[in-house]
């Protein structure tokens, strides 16, 4: 059975750093993509960030650009979200969310499996 597990999340005062962690059990990151979304109370969910195998290519949303990085461990079934120079407009649950196997070149739209999401809050 597949498994998403969210860490890393907290409150942090504006400008600090968070790093969330996305665990994957039950199968092996072999060729999938791994997304990060976010969802703040009031609003739709947003994507933030994705990372594809097929060719280890990334991609953020406008809003967290040069400011988030996503990575991955494969050893560990792991993917990671660094976000740096924390605003509060930042704060929302934030998933995690895997779509395998999935050799596109480009984000999926529809994702298989979800974590339960991870607070975070930008707050001083």
């Known amino acids: 059975q597949v498994q998403l597990v969210e860490s890393g999340g907290g409150l942090v005062q504006p400008g600090g750093s968070l790093r969330l962690s996305c665990a994957a059990s039950g199968f092996t990151l072999d060729y999938y993509a791994i997304g990060w979304f976010r969802q703040a109370p009031g609003k739709e969910r947003e994507g933030v960030s994705c990372?594809?195998?097929?060719?280890?290519?990334?991609y953020y949303a406008d809003s967290v650009k040069g400011r988030f990085t996503i990575s991955r461990d494969n050893a560990k079934n792991t993917v990671y979200l660094q976000m740096n120079s924390l605003k509060p407009e930042d704060t929302a649950v934030y998933y995690c969310a895997l779509r395998s196997p999935w050799r596109g070149s480009y984000c999926p739209r529809v994702y298989d499996y979800w974590g339960q999401g991870t607070q975070v809050t930008v707050s001083s």
């Open positions: 990372i594809r195998s097929s060719d280890s290519s990334t």
